[in-house]
């Protein structure tokens, strides 16, 4: 019996990538046969990339233990891999379609950049203050997403815009708080508007 369980799926117009909980990876194409490997870890980030053709062609896993491997599609045969550290590998995206460099980001934050161009195969850039959601490349600039929160970077680890999402949360938190208070004073004061008027009676001894 089966028992195994989906922790993370990829769809593209060509066909669909699945993650299992056992280390499984498994390509099921819409024309074609299904492929299926194992990792030696969890997956925990999948990525695919198009290739010259714009056809899906290569993969790149991030797992559990701070690996990143960058497989062939359809074959799911392994190109190559790369280690970061930092903890579980979060995000994943590529420098470009053709460079064959990626930046990963790990569990406390830090941010690498991975592939056979790259110096030593991979580089330390810098640390976000916190986990990462997804980071992604545009032009110079890294956006990274953390929770509600996002950052720009660039790639010297400079800081060059920064957006609050849990202020404007904030704002429509006083707003209810204001609302309801003017609600609860609205109805105290009906309350006591309606109360009938008590005249005051002699007292008889």
Do not use: C
């Not at 979060?90 to 379609?97: F, G, H, P, Q």
């Not at 330390?124 to 970077?153: A, K």
Request: aromatic residues 6%; charged residues 20%.
């Amino acid at each position: 019996m089966n028992n195994r369980v989906v922790i993370r799926s990829l769809v593209t117009a060509e066909g669909s990538l699945v993650a299992m909980d056992d280390g499984a990876i498994v390509w099921r194409p819409i024309l074609g046969t299904k492929v299926q490997i194992k990792l030696e870890a969890i997956a925990t980030v999948l990525l695919a990339v198009k290739g010259p053709t714009g056809s899906y062609d290569v993969v790149a896993v991030g797992d559990s233990t701070g690996g990143v491997s960058i497989l062939s599609l359809p074959r799911l045969d392994t190109i190559d891999k790369f280690n970061i550290q930092g903890g579980i590998v979060r995000s994943v995206n590529a420098v470009s379609d053709s460079s064959g460099k990626f930046l990963a980001a790990a569990q406390d934050g830090s941010v690498w950049v991975i592939g056979n161009e790259v110096p030593g195969r991979v580089v330390h850039l810098f640390t976000h203050t916190g986990p990462i959601t997804s980071l992604r490349v545009q032009g110079e600039s890294i956006h990274i997403q953390s929770g509600w929160n996002r950052r720009t970077y660039d790639w010297t680890g400079e800081t060059t815009n920064v957006f609050d999402g849990t202020e404007k949360f904030q704002v429509k938190e006083n707003q209810r708080a204001n609302r309801r208070a003017r609600i609860l004073e609205s109805e105290q004061l009906r309350k006591e508007k309606s109360q009938p008027l008590m005249l005051d009676l002699p007292v008889l001894g």
